[in-house]
C-alpha cells in the first residue's frame, strides 16, 4: 500500500490516463470549480471536488491542495488511488479531501461525483438544531427524498476511519447535510452534481432570507413535496447537463484559461 500522498507516476506510466473522457472530465470539473469561485461557493484554499477517473473505478479526479478554486485548471487537477497515491498531477490533495473522498467514491460506487463546500447559505443550515429544510420553497423539494443529515461530527477527517463514517452516513442520498460542518453533493455525473450544488446553495439562501423576516414560514405538505421531488428529478441529467454547458459557454468568454 503506498503512503498517504506518495507519488506513484510509475502507475501512470502504466495506464492510459490521457483519453478523450479523462480530458473532458477534467475540463468539466475544472468549470465547476470556477463557477463555484465567481459565485462565492469556495472557502480559501479549502473545499474539494472530485469525480471518478472514467474508465478507472480505482482512481479519482481532485483539486490539489494550496490552489484557491479560481485557479484550478483541468491539467492542474490530481488523479488519487483510494491508498493516498498521487498517480499523475503535481502536489497532493489537502488531506481532509483526501480521507474523505476516498472512502466516499470505494463505499459508493453511484457516487461518481463527490462535491464539498463550506458556501455559506446551505452551512449556515447545516449550523441549525433540526432538520435544515422547512419545505417550503420550491427550489428546495429539489432534494427533498434526496437529503440525508450526518448529526454526529467528530471533527476533522484526518484518517480512513472518519472518511469512512462519513461515506456510510451518506448512504444513497444525493445531499449529506454535515451538521456542525457544511454540505457534501454526491452525484452520477459532474453535471448533476453540479447542478445540486448551485440550487442546494439557492435554496438555503432563500430559506434564510424568509426566516430573517421573523414571520412563520410556511411549509408545503409532504405528499406534495414528494410529488414535486419527482417531478424535478424527470429529465434531471439533461438539464444538469445543459446547465453545465452554459456554465462553460460564460467562463470561455471570461476566463478561458480553465480548460489549460
Not at 43 to 69: K, M
Not at 72 to 83: K, M, R
Not at 84 to 90: A, K, L, N, Q, Y
Not at 200 to 226: D, F, T, Y
Request: proline share 5%.
Amino acid at each position: 500500500m503506498a503512503h498517504a500522498f506518495e507519488s506513484t507516476d510509475a502507475t501512470a506510466h502504466q495506464l492510459d490516463l490521457n483519453t478523450p473522457a479523462i480530458r473532458q472530465a477534467r475540463i468539466d470539473l475544472a468549470a465547476c470549480f470556477r463557477m463555484a469561485a465567481r459565485l462565492g461557493l469556495g472557502e480559501g484554499i479549502c473545499n474539494h471536488f472530485s469525480f471518478v477517473v472514467p474508465g478507472h473505478d480505482e482512481l479519482f479526479l481532485v483539486n490539489p491542495y494550496g490552489l484557491a478554486f479560481a485557479e484550478v485548471t483541468a491539467s492542474s487537477l490530481l488523479i488519487c488511488d483510494f491508498d493516498g497515491g498521487v498517480v499523475m498531477g503535481e502536489g497532493a490533495p489537502e488531506a481532509t479531501a483526501f480521507h474523505i473522498h476516498a472512502q466516499l467514491h470505494r463505499l459508493n460506487p453511484g457516487a461518481r461525483a463527490a462535491f464539498h463546500t463550506h458556501m455559506p447559505h446551505a452551512t449556515a443550515l447545516c449550523l441549525l438544531e433540526g432538520d435544515p429544510f422547512v419545505w417550503a420553497g420550491q427550489t428546495a423539494l429539489k432534494f427533498y427524498d434526496r437529503l440525508s443529515v450526518d448529526e454526529d461530527y467528530n471533527g476533522l477527517a484526518l484518517d480512513a476511519a472518519e472518511g469512512e463514517r462519513i461515506a456510510r452516513a451518506a448512504g444513497d442520498a444525493a445531499v449529506v447535510m454535515l451538521k456542525n460542518h457544511g454540505p457534501l453533493v454526491l452525484g452520477p455525473s459532474i453535471a448533476e452534481a453540479w447542478d445540486d450544488l448551485y440550487y442546494l446553495e439557492r435554496a438555503a439562501e432563500v430559506q434564510l432570507k424568509a426566516m430573517a423576516s421573523g414571520r412563520p414560514l410556511k411549509p408545503v405538505a409532504p405528499a406534495i413535496a414528494h410529488a414535486a421531488c419527482q417531478q424535478m428529478l424527470q429529465g434531471n441529467a439533461d438539464s444538469a447537463r445543459l446547465h453545465l454547458d452554459s456554465v462553460k459557454r460564460q467562463l470561455m468568454r471570461l476566463e478561458p484559461d480553465y480548460r489549460d
